[in-house]
């Protein structure tokens, strides 16, 4: 499904990202984690279009996605949940996850996704004619996760969803992207909680400094010292 090969990301002068190579597969869920600064916002933004690589492969269901424009992504299938949830926090929540759903073939079935939202987050059915700035973060983070859904996306692309959270709405975050992953939507999770970001996926890279410094199985990772000692303080 999706293939980063050889990527190199600059801001200006300044490198961000070398020589980085993730793929995530058919209904596959994989993390990226690793400390503040390692790359994983820029990684993602990358691959949701938002900031163009200075070299490398990008490729989308085999098609080179590299040089479209950031419109071009969502049509290609890539949702993105980006960091802090950017809502119009002045519009109803019901308009925030419609605005979603402005792609034609996502416009088309609308009202099934909506559904399917609802079915996922059951709280932003009494919200529907709230301000989306008038919700709790947990609730607010419901709304930025189905906004991407509306668009009918084959990849979800999550920054750090589980970002200012209280513990317990961490939880049911990870249980809704468990569930996304479920039925059927490839998922690549950008989080700092290593520990629940390894129990969700099946594979993982684990970034410092603008490298990839591990990758494979989750399990696997998280069974080696030198992850334990570094991001789990074991």
Known sequence: MLEVVGLNVSYGAAPALWDVSVRV???????????????????I???????????GQLRFNGQDIAALASHKFCD????????????????TVLDNLELGSFRAAAKAQRAASLEDVLTLFPPLKAKLTSLAGTLSGGQQQMVAIGRALMSRP?????????????????????????EINGRGTSVLLVEQNVSMAME????????????????????DLMNRPEIQQAYLGL
């Not at 684990?206 to 199985?217: D, S």
């Open 45 to 55: 933004n990358v691959i949701a279009g938002m900031h163009r690589a200075r070299t």
């Open 154 to 178: 084959s990849l979800l692309l999550l920054d750090e969803p589980s970002l200012g959270l209280a513990p317990l709405i961490v939880q049911d975050m990870f249980r809704a992207i468990r």
């Open 25 to 43: 597969d058919d209904g596959e869920l994989v993390c990226v984690v690793g400390p503040n600064g390692a790359g994983k916002s820029t990684l």
């Open 200 to 219: 969700l996926a099946s594979r993982a890279y684990v970034m410092e400094e603008g490298r990839i410094v591990a990758e494979g199985p989750a399990d």
């Open 76 to 91: 290609a299938g890539i949702a993105i949940v980006p960091e802090g949830r950017r809502l119009f926090t002045q519009m």
